[in-house]
């Protein structure tokens, strides 16, 4: 592995003629340039944003090609994704951590994405937003924020901001591509601004075939998907709007029967399934007066997912419902910034079948009703504190209030030091509590705190990084018991971790950005370390890009270290898997103004890994991985801007 980073290194190195070089404006996912509204709700610098905030912006989307949110913030220092699939878009067991945690908050636009109920968090959510024509940035804070976002951010949020148009711009992009593996994408994506209106819209079709791993083993991955998305909206003078939103996703997809992956090994029987999403809202910004700014959003988000439906006794039909609103006020004078609000939400499964049977679930629902204020407040030219508190009434366990506290030093322009001390508190899901072979009516609240510093700086003209360190406590954890065969409260946990990013600027041309993860989550009596070995202790990300007026290129890189022996149902992770390093490329060539033709190699160096860390037996040999990833394969296409 070590050759490999070594030789991937050299080849960046001869090719830059032995320096890193990079515009500003066209940094990788660590700058501090630029403004961000995640960490505290409101627009603000990202070097004097208090908290550990990443963004990958719409150039690196459209340069790096990611086929979806999933695999763009796959390569964000601190987040690690667990697909079941190549893509993750089938089946529904993908997972996503942050900080050592699942508990993560989905967010477009500020609306909230969770569904309560859906069985396996928020991966599934990231890798069916395809859509990426329409996405301006995507925010990605590390650390609990409850305070501000509710249930489920212990972890952290994931906020993907969409596009405004410019006024008097209509703008037009068709992108055909084909891939290994039978792989086919067709997206058209229109925007525009005129007369005060304003609009995106954008249509996707997606093929893809079984694929091979390293191995050269075949693994069943056929996948049809659709997605469309429109947004319309009025400006209605003086910085206030208002916009509709709504999207669509539908696949139908195979998979093979677990834990017998690969055709031709032991059992070769395929699962068939099918997803059927959209989500709904409509969001009225207004500014009352020079100070005060009011922010209402009501919305709607419906999830169906039917898998394995050609069986009649091991097939699921979960249809999931989550509607809520939130209203936001914000008040701004010199020194203060105090956001307050209401938020609710309702979390209902209408229909739930499992093993062919009705569920237990099915009809049950849960709300939240949680009032929020927070007041960042600019104590003098250096200190700034920022105190906020919620309480939340979630109608199965009631009232909890999660307060948090964060100082902020800026010692200058280019440098901020902040600590802050921040409590969550998750709620069980209705699957967790109420399916029939799974669910624990008695499960209580997870609950915690997490404690982080940081740093923000900017070296000089060239040279810019970050630094946090954290450590979370968490009681009442709640896991999947798989002798007694439900979800249980396993007691305290406690995680650590620290986080480093640099970047690099000399030139005009290139751009290079490392960064480092060190996580460790203690085990407990249900599981070892790093959740039985799922997370490793040491990534190590490396982006090198180079752009001129008509060509581009871009390597990114991520090596994993650390990934302990756990034990499951399925076996044990064999020593060989526990490291392993994934190098990509991307190419780009404006020949003329509107054409642009791309070439994309995935897995260069064809390593045989697996991102969701359980093994099968070894009594059926290594082909019988659970869901080894894809080896080397390739994508090539063209995009007409009008």
Same mark, same amino acid.
């Given at each position: 592995m070590n050759r490999k980073i070594m030789a991937a290194s050299l080849a960046v190195l001869s090719l830059s003629g032995g320096a890193f070089c990079v515009e500003a404006s066209d940094m990788p996912v660590y700058t501090l340039d630029g403004i961000v509204v995640t960490a505290s709700r409101v627009p603000e610098k990202k070097i004097d944003s208090n908290a550990d905030v990443s963004v990958v912006t719409a150039k690196e989307i459209e340069e790096k090609h990611y086929d979806d949110v999933s695999e763009a913030v796959r390569h964000v220092p601190g987040v690690i994704i667990s697909n079941s699939s190549g893509n993750g878009q089938n089946y529904n067991s993908n997972k996503l951590y942050i900080n050592g945690s699942d508990k993560v908050v989905l967010l477009i636009d500020g609306v909230r994405m969770n569904t309560n109920g859906l069985t396996t968090g928020s991966a599934v959510t990231l890798a069916q937003h395809v859509n990426m024509g329409s996405i301006e940035r995507i925010e990605v804070l590390k650390g609990a924020a409850?305070?501000?976002?509710?249930?489920?951010?212990?972890?952290? /949020?994931?906020?993907?901001?969409?596009?405004?148009?410019?006024?008097?711009?209509?703008?037009?992009?068709?992108?055909?591509?084909?891939?290994?593996?039978?792989?086919?994408?067709?997206? =058209?994506?229109?925007?525009? !601004?005129?007369?005060?209106?304003?609009?995106?819209?954008? $249509?996707?079709?997606?093929?893809?075939?079984?694929?091979?791993? $390293?191995?050269?083993?075949?693994?069943?991955?056929?996948?049809? @998907?659709?997605?469309?998305? *429109?947004? *319309?909206?009025?400006?209605?003078?003086?910085?206030?709007?208002?916009?509709?939103?709504?999207?669509?996703?539908?696949?139908?997809?195979?998979?093979?029967?677990?834990?017998?992956?690969?055709?031709?090994?032991?059992? +070769?029987?395929?699962?068939?399934?099918?997803?059927?999403?959209?989500?709904?809202?409509?969001?009225?910004?207004?500014?009352?007066?020079?100070? =005060?700014?009011?922010?209402?959003?009501?919305?709607?988000?419906?999830?169906?997912?039917?898998?394995?439906? +050609?069986?009649?006794?091991?097939s699921w039909l979960m249809r999931m419902k989550s509607s809520g609103m939130t209203d936001q006020l914000t008040w701004k004078n010199e020194n203060h910034t105090v956001t307050g609000g209401v938020d609710y939400y309702k979390d209902e499964l209408p229909e739930f079948y499992s093993y062919g049977s009705r569920d237990a679930a099915e009809g049950k629902h849960i709300s939240d009703t949680a009032f929020y204020i927070q007041d960042v407040w600019n104590i003098d030219n250096h200190w700034n504190l920022t105190p906020g508190i919620r309480y939340d009434h979630n109608s199965r366990f009631g009232g909890h209030t999660t307060p948090a506290l964060t100082v902020g030093y800026k010692q200058d322009d280019k440098t901020n030091y902040y600590l802050g001390y921040k409590e969550f508190f998750v709620a069980p899901d209705l699957y967790q509590l109420y399916d029939f072979w799974a669910g624990n009516k008695d499960l209580n609240p997870q609950e915690g705190g997490t404690w982080q510093f940081g740093i923000n700086k900017i070296f000089d003209d060239t040279l810019s990084g970050t630094f946090n360190v954290y450590h979370t406590h968490a009681k009442n954890m709640i896991v999947y018991a798989s002798d007694a065969y439900k979800y249980t409260n396993s007691g305290s946990?406690?995680?650590?971790?620290?986080?480093?990013?640099?970047?690099?600027?000399?030139?005009?041309?290139? @751009?290079? $950005?490392?960064?480092?993860?060190?996580?460790?989550?203690?085990?407990?009596?249900?599981?070892?370390?790093?959740?039985?070995?799922?997370?490793?202790?040491?990534?190590?990300?490396?982006?090198?890009?180079?752009? !001129?007026?008509?060509?581009?290129?871009?390597?990114?890189?991520?090596?994993?270290?650390?990934?302990?022996?756990?034990?499951?149902?399925?076996?044990? /992770?064999?020593?060989?898997?526990?490291?392993?390093?994934?190098?990509?490329?991307?190419?780009?060539?404006?020949?003329?103004?509107?054409? +642009?033709?791309?070439?994309?190699?995935?897995?260069?160096?064809?390593?045989?890994?697996?991102?969701?860390?359980? *093994?099968?037996?070894?009594?059926?040999?290594?082909?019988?991985?659970?869901?080894?990833?894809p080896g080397r394969n390739y994508q090539v296409g063209v995009t007409f801007q009008f």
């Open positions: 409850s305070t501000l976002y509710g249930s489920d951010a212990q972890g952290g /949020v994931i906020n993907i901001i969409t596009k405004s148009p410019q006024e008097g711009k209509v703008n037009t992009s068709l992108t055909i591509s084909g891939a290994s593996y039978k792989g086919a994408k067709y997206s =058209l994506y229109n925007e525009g !601004n005129i007369d005060g209106y304003f609009w995106s819209i954008e $249509a996707q079709k997606e093929l893809q075939g079984d694929y091979k791993d $390293a191995h050269d083993h075949k693994v069943i991955n056929d996948l049809d @998907a659709k997605s469309y998305q *429109f947004k *319309f909206g009025k400006n209605l003078g003086d910085d206030s709007s208002v916009a509709l939103y709504y999207s669509k996703y539908k696949s139908d997809y195979q998979r093979p029967d677990q834990p017998y992956m690969h055709v031709g090994a032991g059992d +070769k029987t395929v699962d068939y399934g099918k997803k059927d999403n959209d989500s709904i809202n409509l969001q009225y910004k207004s500014k009352i007066n020079e100070h =005060l700014t009011n922010h209402f959003t009501i919305y709607r988000n419906r999830t169906e997912f039917q898998d394995n439906y +050609k069986s009649l006794y091991s946990v406690d995680t650590d971790g620290a986080g480093l990013q640099l970047t690099k600027q000399i030139g005009n041309h290139w @751009a290079a $950005a490392i960064g480092y993860t060190y996580t460790h989550v203690e085990g407990n009596e249900s599981t070892k370390s790093n959740l039985n070995g799922f997370l490793p202790k040491h990534t190590l990300d490396i982006g090198v890009s180079y752009r !001129n007026s008509k060509f581009d290129a871009n390597m990114t890189g991520r090596a994993v270290f650390g990934r302990e022996a756990g034990k499951n149902y399925q076996g044990e /992770v064999p020593s060989r898997y526990k490291n392993y390093n994934v190098w990509d490329a991307s190419f780009n060539y404006k020949p003329v103004p509107y054409a +642009k033709v791309f070439f994309k190699i995935n897995n260069i160096f064809n390593e045989y890994y697996c991102d969701v860390g359980t *093994f099968s037996s070894s009594a059926y040999g290594e082909t019988h991985d659970w869901y080894s990833m």
